[in-house]
Nanobody, 126 residues
């Protein structure tokens, strides 16, 4: 089991930036693929970005490509989500998630992930 703690959420005006962090503990982090998801009120939880266990591969939802960047620091057991050019439609609770994996691949669906953090609120005002 991996324990996850997200931080960095908050409120920003449209066009602003936020950086989210997710610290993991409990399993060797270098064998864990990571993902960020978000859930807006009344909507399904959706994939935002994913990164392979070494950081060599990443994938993004079309809605955030070119604006968000996922990265990880395996020495610090932490994954990051840099969010730029934020829009009101980015408003949601953001969750990080883990997938135990020997393969260095990215996972992009909710069902593939094993563990979830508690979420952090991101609010973008127009």
């Amino acid at each position: 089991q991996v324990q996850l703690v997200e931080s960095g959420g908050g409120s920003v005006p449209a066009g602003g930036s936020l950086s989210l962090s997710c610290a993991a503990s409990g399993r060797p982090f270098s064998f864990v693929a990571m993902g960020w998801f978000r859930q807006a009120p009344g909507k399904e939880r959706e994939f935002v970005a994913g990164i392979s266990r070494t950081g060599g591969s990443t994938n993004y939802a079309d809605s955030v490509k070119g604006r968000f960047t996922i990265s990880r620091d395996n020495a610090k057991n932490t994954v990051y989500l840099q969010m730029n050019s934020l829009r009101p439609e980015d408003t949601a609770v953001y969750y990080c998630a883990t997938k135990w994996s020997i393969a260095d691949v990215v996972f992009s669906t909710r069902a593939q992930y094993d563990n979830w953090g508690q979420g952090t609120q991101v609010t973008v005002s127009s």
